[in-house]
């Protein structure tokens, strides 16, 4: 009897046991998949046939069965969007024998905001934007007037937002990252007011008394207004036409030199970051506001305009382009003069430069439209309000020729309170082929060389004393003081002949057109494009502020004393 429960026994464990024929061999026994979800491969081999299983529905493996062979095996992951790893267990079984592979799969991570939008007030203020994560993140800011504020941590990250000194709205993003995931935070900060209430602090000089305290001036020419424009696209940077950036040091040696006064031509369109609202870029803005504070803190004072601009507004007094030309004027002058508007009367401002349809006598149509274009610009500054209301204006001629300022000029409308605070403005190159073409022969000026080969037949003294007559008689006389917003002569220190006689007429010019633009009222405005060298206008060496040519400044200097 106990032999035959022995060998039951043994019977029944024997068929218990797994086939000793079978045969089952897996490649690995785990494979770890991306988060992002993709497919890799296994291989098994078995003597019979054999199923799959998945342990996880995330996790998919094909084929699942098959017969004896090597068979190459895919695994699945569909993307990981927990914040966890995670692994499932696939189970392969052949002939009563059973093996698992191991698949894992990395966590995506856990980055959320808890606003994807903030308003920020005019003023500024910081801003807190909670954060959750599974890691440390990186953060990103398209703009400079957002900083990352001292105490900022993962949790709260805390963010300083600069006042807005400028009339629109503006928006940045705040862009957290944590591996492939990422959340964009939109700031949208609200501008200043178009208009506020008129404040005459620092404002007392009326256009007449405020030109007496300027008495000569200099232009940062070939800088501020460097624009280029292909096909409609403006492009722009101050240093684009050859001249390095403006510092202080070089407005200090402009003031030690003896000028008192600063033009400063300015370009903007290349700067418009919104063609529909014309938006100015806050960095062109700020730069600008840098170097009229150079020329401010050396209580000097400042004009600032638009100055060519591509031409979309100096080259366009027709009717065709008076409606589009007005409006982007406006707009450029109300953002201008809203950022501008705290500066006392050490600021004014000029509303174009030259323009013109060309250089021939203007037509009713082009002194209409550009007389409009005064107007315009008169009225944008006066609707912002502030010191804006008192501010002193000034407003150009046709060309900005002296005969068709006396011909065809009629100072603009303007608003009530500020009576007496326009000034006109003329420029003088006369006579040109000896003033600015290189190419003339005529380099030879004044009574000293008349009659010369060398020495135009006209713009003598004579005409220097009868043009400027004219604007007196037209403006100053009539309470209208006239800034002569550019005059210039060219050095040509590549003259193989006679370079000391055109050096000797050259100061002469200079002296003798600053000193007469005195004396009939009129503020004059050196033209200096920069440039030291032959055919040159430039007075400094614009990387040392040192003067470059102490005789034509000695010149011009003694001309206006």
Not at 215 to 233: A, I, M, Q, R
Not at 381 to 387: P, Q
Not at 480 to 489: D, K, R, S, T
Request: proline share 3%.
């Amino acid at each position: 009897m106990f032999m035959v429960c022995l060998l039951a026994l043994v019977l029944s464990c024997a068929s218990s046991d797994p086939d000793p024929a079978a045969e089952l061999v897996i490649s690995t026994d785990q494979l770890e998949l991306s988060k992002d979800g993709e497919t890799k491969s296994f291989h098994i081999k078995a003597n019979t046939d054999w199923t799959l299983s998945s342990a996880a529905a995330w996790c998919t493996v094909t084929p699942t069965s098959g017969q004896a062979g090597t068979i190459k095996i895919d695994a699945t992951a569909a993307k990981n969007e927990t914040a966890s790893e995670r692994s499932a267990a696939i189970t392969v079984t052949a002939g009563g024998l059973s093996k698992q592979i191991t698949i894992t799969q990395n966590a995506a991570g856990l980055l959320t905001v808890t606003q994807q939008e903030v308003s920020v007030a005019v003023g500024g203020q910081q801003i807190t934007i909670p954060v959750q994560s599974s890691g440390t993140y990186a953060i990103a800011i398209d703009e400079d007037w957002i900083t990352t504020a001292a105490g900022s941590t993962l949790e709260n990250p805390k963010f300083d937002v600069a006042a807005n000194a400028a009339l629109l709205s503006r928006v940045a993003t705040v862009t957290f990252s944590l591996n492939s995931l990422t959340q964009v935070v939109t700031v949208t900060q609200a501008g200043q007011p178009l208009t506020i209430d008129a404040d005459n602090a620092g404002m007392a000089s009326d256009a007449m008394t405020l030109a007496q305290k300027m008495k000569v001036g200099w232009n940062l020419g070939n800088t501020l207004e460097c624009t280029g424009v292909t096909n409609g696209v403006y492009t722009a940077s101050e240093t684009m036409w050859g001249n390095p950036k403006t510092t202080k040091t070089l407005i200090d040696g402009v003031k030690a030199a003896g000028f008192n006064a600063v033009r400063l031509p300015c370009a903007w369109s290349g700067y418009i970051e919104d063609v529909t609202t014309y938006r100015i870029k806050d960095a062109w803005l700020a730069r600008v506001k840098e170097v009229i504070d150079y020329c401010v803190d050396n209580d000097m004072y400042v004009i600032i305009n638009i100055h060519w601009d591509g031409g979309w507004l100096e080259e366009h007094p027709l009717y065709a382009n008076q409606t589009e030309v007005n409006k982007k004027q406006k707009a450029l002058w109300e953002q201008i003069s809203v950022y501008f508007r705290d500066y006392d009367e050490h600021l004014l401002f000029a509303g174009t430069n030259e323009v013109h349809a060309n250089y021939s006598t203007p037509t009713t149509e082009n002194i209409t439209v550009q007389q409009s274009f005064n107007q315009t610009f008169v009225d944008a500054v006066r609707s912002t309000g502030g010191k804006n209301a008192w501010r002193n204006l000034v407003v150009q001629a046709y060309n900005t020729n002296i005969t068709f300022a006396r011909d065809y000029m009629t100072m603009p409308t303007d608003a009530a309170g500020t009576s007496n605070r326009l000034m006109a403005e003329v420029h003088f190159y006369d006579p040109y082929d000896f003033a600015l073409d290189a190419s003339s022969s005529k380099y030879l000026w004044g009574a000293d060389y008349a009659g010369n080969a060398n020495t135009s037949t006209w713009g003598q003294e004579a005409w220097v004393d009868e043009a400027f007559g004219i604007v007196k008689t037209k403006f100053v006389n009539n309470g209208i003081p006239v800034i002569l917003g550019e005059y210039a002569a060219i050095l040509r220190s590549g003259l193989p002949n006679g370079l000391a006689d055109h050096i000797k007429a050259r100061n002469h010019y200079l002296n003798y057109v600053t000193k007469t633009a005195k004396a009939n009222g009129m503020v004059p405005f050196y033209w200096d494009a920069g440039g030291t060298g032959d055919n040159s206008t430039g007075l400094f060496d614009r990387s040392t502020g040192q003067i470059a040519h102490s005789d034509a400044v000695d010149a011009i200097v003694s001309g206006a004393n």
